[in-house]
């Protein structure tokens, strides 16, 4: 078992560059399916999650590795069409393969993506959108079977800005016969991160980032070479680890434009924010203010993957502060591990009530999500004393090293390996 060993309320400084965004690889190495030749992406994390999909791809018989942060995959090879249902569950994000699957193989055969961690997370959206567009969906238990000999161009209007789907949409769509029209699409920096790749590779994909995106389906891909976009919710990240520690710390491979959702927050909290170029310097003021409240809001609204983070940083500042989460009806969770530092925070349904507190105390904690988990490390931050975190297995789905990366702005913190005992 590995744990998270925090010695808190120490003074950060200095800079540390953040990784690329496990939103975009994910679906961009799926995306790389439809291509029959060899893809490079560069600035990919080395995430569990990131790794999980180059095995997914090999699994279907593509070549696939991820050398440092370079993913070379070519899918010219492929020949598998079904993903088994224990890997569907290790990660839910694995629906995003169902489009590219379905557009390349013409038939796709793979499992609901696992339980309930932030919320219940359907796949309506995607499962209708792919029926519109001419794909046979067939639903067994926990299985989904995709079948089209050919998938047609179409006006689909999401009921929600749904990130996954609109991804599925346009990686089912970059091939089809006609043009796809999605009205009400997802904005989220990732979307746009995903039709640049699939654009450098010849697709017509237009307007991704704004809420109407036009596909116009071409005959084939061609390999090409790309780049990851630094990853935003990471940045807000150590943002907050300077914020909660009251120091000032510098951000590098940062794009200013996806973060600033989250600029409003930390300013209301008394920081300043310097950017220069795609550096961000944070400095925190010795006594952080409360905020008003703090809504979560499909992009450019503030990111529900910083929510956690966010109250964390805010259970220290002088007052009371309101979260409410719009987006997952279940991303409270961390709340009653966020509570053992001696927090005071009350939650009545989808509002977290926060009354600051001068002090954290040192806590042994359990992640119980990758953003909650990652909330529990900030907050260790500013405890007294040594505070563990257990089931560091969610937070190194998002974060490369994040011991490292944090030690290396002046945090002490280290991950140390344990036996698990008989009665834990
Ligand atoms: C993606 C991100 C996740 C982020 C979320 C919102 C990845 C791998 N994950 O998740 O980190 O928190 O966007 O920014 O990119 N919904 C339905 N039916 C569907 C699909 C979604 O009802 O078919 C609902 C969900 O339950 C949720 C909301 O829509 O309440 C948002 O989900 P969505 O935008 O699809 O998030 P994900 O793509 O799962």
Same mark, same amino acid.
């Given at each position: ?10 003074? #950060? ?12 690889? #994910? ?16 600035? &990919? ?28 995959? +070519? %899918? ?39 339980? &309930? ?12 959108? *792919? ?13 989904? &079977? &995709? ?10 209007? /999401? ?19 006609? @043009? ?5 699409? %997802? @904005? ?25 995106? !036009?596909?116009?389906?071409? #005959? ?10 630094? +990853? ?47 550096? /961000? ?8 203010? @409360? ?22 940083? /805010? ?32 939650? $009545? ?19 119980? +999500? ?5 909330? #529990?490390?900030?907050?260790? *931050? ?10 560091? $297995?969610?937070? +190194?789905?998002?974060? !490369? ?24």
């Amino acid at each position: 078992m590995e744990q998270l060993l925090v010695s808190g309320e120490k003074k #950060l400084d200095g800079a540390v560059t953040v990784h690329g965004a496990k939103n975009s690889a #994910l679906p961009i190495l799926a995306a790389a399916i439809l291509v029959k030749g060899e893809c490079i992406i560069h600035n &990919c994390p080395r995430l569990s999650d990131v790794l999980e999909a180059i095995n997914i791809l090999k699994g279907l018989g593509c070549k696939a590795e991820l050398e440092g942060n370079t993913a070379v995959v +070519d %899918a010219s090879t492929i020949s598998g069409y079904s993903i088994d249902e224990q890997t569907m569950r290790s990660m839910r994000s694995s629906i995003i393969f169902l489009g590219a699957l379905v557009s390349r193989m013409g038939i796709a055969q793979v499992y609901y993506p696992g339980g &309930c961690e932030i919320g219940t997370r359907p796949v309506d959206l995607h499962i209708n959108s *792919l029926r519109s567009m001419g794909v046979t969906v067939e639903e067994k238990g926990s299985a989904i &079977c &995709c079948k089209a000999d050919k998938i047609y161009g179409t006006k689909i209007i /999401l009921p929600f800005p749904s990130v996954g789907a609109t991804e599925n949409i346009i990686i089912a769509s970059v091939m089809a016969k006609g @043009r796809t029209t999605i009205i009400n699409a %997802a @904005r989220e920096p990732e979307i746009s991160d995903l039709a640049d790749f699939l654009n450098h590779c010849g697709a017509r994909i237009y307007g991704a980032g704004e809420g109407t995106i !036009e596909i116009e389906g071409v #005959l084939s891909l061609h390999p090409a070479q790309h780049d990851v976009i630094p +990853d935003r919710i990471v940045v807000s990240t150590y943002m907050a680890a300077a914020a909660i520690t009251g120091s000032t710390v510098t951000v590098n491979n940062v794009v200013p434009t996806h973060v600033a959702p989250v600029f409003p927050a930390f300013n209301q909290m008394g920081c300043r924010i310097y950017l220069s170029g795609s550096s /961000l310097k944070l400095e925190a003021p010795r006594r952080l203010k @409360r905020i008003s409240t703090i809504k979560t809001m499909p992009y450019p609204g503030f990111p529900t993957d910083s929510q956690p983070i966010i109250a964390a940083v /805010l259970c220290k500042a002088k007052g009371t502060s309101v979260i409410q989460e719009n987006i997952f009806e279940n991303r409270f969770r961390y709340i009653s591990e966020l509570k053992r530092f001696g927090t005071d925070i009350e939650v $009545n349904d989808n509002l977290a009530v926060i009354n600051g507190v001068k002090e954290f105390h040192a806590a042994n904690v359990n992640a119980t +999500d990758l953003r909650g988990g990652a909330a #529990l490390v900030i907050a260790s *931050l500013a405890a007294d004393g040594i505070s563990r975190v257990n089931c560091v $297995n969610y937070i +190194d789905r998002g974060y !490369e090293s994040i011991e490292k990366s944090l030690s290396q702005i002046g945090a002490d913190i280290k991950r140390i390996t344990y036996e698990k005992q008989k009665d834990e």
